[in-house]
């Protein structure tokens, strides 16, 4: 435990200096599993942490790495109280090698005497909205004004494990074969889609029958909706416009023969589609470049289908991504919004008639969703919304079986 300590400490120290999550786990193999758990769950629990320690020491500790330390050991004593003891220990010897001299002493004295105070000091923590919910104040009033009668499940759910969803690749093997093959393994799992599966327990890939054969891949069932909706045929020209790592667009191929295009403006996240690819079988072109900018990558021949898999806040992935709401600012929301709305209006003019664009998000802020589909549609006389289950739009809301997605399909009228 003290290395997996020292190393979410790390990790913590570098999200709360400005870097992701992923950006910030260093730790080798042997460690990254506990590395990332132990820091997601600080960061998830960061407002709470913070507040915590607030009220244990009269002064923020330095340097950044001990501050670290003491939320990432705060966060596993408020979540195993059990395991206080070793705990305890292992962060006081922790701390000893991320910053020497006396802090081992300080480390020691303010997790001890969180362990003497944790009931008053958790009863003071939850008449906090901040530290109750565990999400930043714009960010709860944001959900209060979008979500009047769902947001305090929302923040319980941003406050969970995720979910552990497969899916499986139909060019191998039917969702029934599957499911028989975890079943053998002892491992258990139920159908929560077309394709999906919804494991028990979360576990690595390398555990996964037939993983690198290519018959399954991790992807969240609420993501798994965006291939069905774009009601795929054989022959069509189809375009991922912001298609990285490549997990929607190879869905799409699993589906139908179509001639894809999976467009990304990272050259290091478009890197990882090929592999991806590749290991399930499936073939499409690919290349990297901002979709806005159609005059550098378009061929002018039009689109039967669009995919556009948005940038935004990720709110609806938060569980997955603990580091975003505390990066994040309210400003970010109108920024993301933006380039929503004009990577809505390039892409629109490379739909053929008739041809169908989905617009997607893992938000569930409006302003990235139903009121930029209002101000695009109001705009585009061209543009007919198709109903999604006798609705404008759909709005998966995060949920013990998926996350949170937002989904609107568009036709062009001819």
Same mark, same amino acid.
């Not at 189809?238 to 139908?256: F, N, Q, R, W, Y």
């Not at 109108?334 to 053929?352: C, E, G």
């Given at each position: 435990?003290?290395?997996?300590?020292?190393?979410?400490?790390?990790?913590?120290?570098?999200?709360?200096?400005?870097?992701?999550?992923?950006?910030?786990?260093?730790?080798?193999?042997?460690?990254?599993?506990?590395?990332?758990?132990?820091?997601?769950?600080?960061?998830?629990?960061?407002?709470?942490?913070?507040?915590?320690?607030?009220?244990?020491?009269?002064?923020?500790?330095?340097?950044?790495?001990?501050?670290?330390?003491?939320?990432?050991?705060?966060?596993? &004593? $408020? @979540?195993?109280?059990?395991? /206080?003891?070793? %705990?305890?220990? +292992? *962060?006081?010897?922790?701390? =000893?090698? !991320?910053?020497?001299?006396?802090?081992?002493?300080?480390?020691?004295?303010?997790?001890?005497?969180?362990?003497?105070?944790?009931?008053?000091?958790?009863?003071?923590?939850?008449?906090?909205?901040?530290?109750?919910?565990?999400?930043?104040?714009w960010w709860l009033e944001a959900l209060q004004a979008d979500h009047p009668q769902h947001w305090t499940a929302i923040c319980a759910a941003a406050n969970?494990?995720?979910?552990?969803?497969?899916?499986?690749?139909?060019?191998?093997?039917?969702?029934?074969?599957?499911?028989?093959? &975890? $079943? @053998?393994?002892?491992?258990? /799992?139920?159908? %929560?889609?077309? +394709? *999906?599966?919804?494991?028990? =327990?979360? !576990?690595?890939?390398?555990?996964?029958?037939?993983?690198?054969?290519?018959?399954?891949?991790?992807?969240?069932?609420?993501?798994?909706?965006?291939?069905?909706?774009?009601?795929?045929?054989?022959?069509?020209?189809?375009?991922?416009?912001?298609?990285?790592?490549?997990?929607?667009?190879?869905?799409?191929?699993?589906?139908?023969?179509?001639?894809?295009?999976?467009?990304?403006?990272?050259?290091?996240?478009?890197?990882?589609?090929?592999?991806?690819?590749?290991?399930?079988g499936v073939q499409a072109r690919i290349a990297v470049a901002d979709c806005r900018k159609t005059e550098a990558w378009w061929d002018g021949r039009p689109?039967?289908?669009?995919?556009?898999?948005?940038?935004?806040?990720?709110?609806?992935?938060?569980?997955?991504?603990?580091?975003?709401?505390?990066?994040?600012?309210?400003?970010?929301?109108?920024?993301?919004?933006?380039?929503?709305?004009?990577?809505?209006?390039?892409?629109?003019?490379?739909?053929?008639?008739?041809?169908?664009?989905?617009?997607?998000?893992?938000?569930?802020?409006?302003?990235e969703n139903v009121k930029q589909i209002q101000s695009f549609t109001s705009a585009h006389p061209d543009c007919r919304i198709l109903p999604i289950n006798?609705?404008?739009?759909?709005?998966?809301?995060?949920?013990?079986?998926?996350?949170?997605?937002?989904?609107?399909?568009?036709?062009?009228?001819?």
């Amino acid at each position: 435990m003290r290395a997996a300590l020292r190393a979410a400490a790390e990790t913590v120290a570098a999200v709360l200096g400005g870097r992701t999550l992923d950006e910030a786990l260093t730790a080798d193999p042997a460690l990254r599993g506990a590395q990332r758990e132990l820091a997601s769950a600080a960061l998830r629990a960061y407002g709470r942490g913070d507040a915590a320690l607030a009220q244990l020491m009269p002064a923020p500790p330095r340097p950044a790495l001990l501050r670290a330390l003491l939320l990432v050991a705060l966060a596993r &004593l $408020a @979540a195993r109280p059990a395991e /206080a003891h070793t %705990v305890v220990n +292992e *962060a006081v010897a922790a701390a =000893r090698q !991320l910053a020497g001299g006396r802090a081992h002493g300080l480390v020691n004295g303010v997790l001890r005497n969180y362990l003497r105070r944790a009931a008053d000091i958790e009863a003071a923590l939850n008449a906090d909205p901040v530290c109750r919910h565990g999400l930043p104040g714009w960010w709860l009033e944001a959900l209060q004004a979008d979500h009047p009668q769902h947001w305090t499940a929302i923040c319980a759910a941003a406050n969970e494990h995720p979910p552990m969803c497969l899916r499986v690749n139909r060019r191998r093997c039917t969702v029934d074969e599957y499911a028989g093959l &975890l $079943a @053998a393994q002892g491992m258990a /799992a139920r159908q %929560v889609g077309v +394709e *999906a599966l919804l494991l028990e =327990r979360p !576990l690595g890939v390398d555990r996964l029958p037939n993983f690198a054969a290519g018959w399954v891949s991790v992807q969240d069932a609420g993501a798994q909706h965006a291939a069905h909706l774009l009601d795929l045929a054989p022959g069509q020209r189809v375009l991922d416009a912001c298609a990285a790592p490549g997990g929607k667009s190879a869905h799409i191929l699993e589906l139908a023969d179509v001639d894809l295009l999976a467009l990304d403006a990272s050259p290091e996240r478009a890197a990882r589609m090929a592999p991806n690819f590749a290991r399930l079988g499936v073939q499409a072109r690919i290349a990297v470049a901002d979709c806005r900018k159609t005059e550098a990558w378009w061929d002018g021949r039009p689109y039967d289908r669009i995919l556009a898999d948005v940038p935004c806040t990720a709110s609806g992935v938060v569980r997955r991504h603990p580091d975003a709401k505390w990066l994040r600012r309210r400003s970010d929301t109108t920024r993301f919004a933006q380039t929503q709305h004009a990577i809505l209006a390039s892409l629109w003019n490379l739909l053929a008639p008739g041809g169908k664009l989905l617009y997607a998000t893992c938000s569930v802020f409006a302003e990235e969703n139903v009121k930029q589909i209002q101000s695009f549609t109001s705009a585009h006389p061209d543009c007919r919304i198709l109903p999604i289950n006798d609705q404008p739009s759909l709005q998966l809301l995060p949920a013990p079986a998926h996350d949170g997605f937002f989904y609107a399909l568009l036709s062009r009228l001819s």
